[in-house]
């Protein structure tokens, strides 16, 4: 099956027109930084085929947006497999929406979590470089695997050290943003 997307227009159109439902999958900390706001915060990591029948089962239209489109179409893909249709994905994402002028939420800015890769797998890659020169070579192994990772990432679009980086404390919210109806 095929994702089908719209632009952030198209949305805006659809929303003036009536009630939709538009969910946000990217993280609580990337949720409170900056969103639609008529957005519901729905993680990707959340996505379960219980929950999708649960709380998606039904026929409406469905709006997934994310950062920048290619989580969303992730989530497109979740919910179409599990059955459900009538799902839209919102083309270039929050910050296409932004940029066409729609309802943003601002909230507290963070590091983003591509960033805080960059850094992570720059400063093993460079630890494992050093490392290997001056104390013992076994240690360039460790750039070697930070090198691997970074084009298994590349290659699925799917970031491990990302996963683990957003579990981390800093990349907590205290309380579940789409839980706060002031937010929307």
């Given at each position: 099956m095929n994702v089908i997307e719209i632009t952030p227009a198209e949305l805006m159109e659809r929303k003036?027109?009536?009630?939709i439902e538009l969910i946000d999958v990217r993280t609580p900390v990337e949720f409170q930084e900056m969103h639609v706001s008529f957005a519901k915060l729905v993680p990707l990591d959340s996505l379960s085929e219980k929950m999708m029948a649960e709380k998606f089962g039904?026929?409406?239209p469905?709006?997934?947006?994310?950062?920048?489109?290619?989580?969303g179409k992730k989530a497109c893909e979740l919910l179409l497999a599990s059955g459900r249709t009538n799902v839209f994905n919102i083309q270039g994402g929050t910050l296409a929406c932004a940029q066409a002028g729609l309802p943003i939420t601002h909230g507290?800015?963070?590091?983003?979590l591509e960033r805080q890769v960059r850094i992570a797998a720059g400063f093993l890659v460079a630890l494992g470089s050093l490392l290997g020169f001056f104390i013992?070579?076994?240690w360039c192994f460790l750039s070697t695997f930070v090198g691997c990772g970074l084009m298994f990432a590349g290659i699925?679009?799917?970031?491990?050290?990302g996963i683990m980086l957003s579990k981390m404390p800093w990349n907590r919210v205290s309380s579940n943003p789409s839980c706060n109806p002031s937010s929307r």
């Open positions: 003036k027109a009536g009630t039904g026929t409406e469905l709006y997934v947006v994310c950062r920048s489109g290619s989580r507290k800015k963070i590091m983003s013992d070579p076994r699925t679009d799917t970031c491990g050290m």
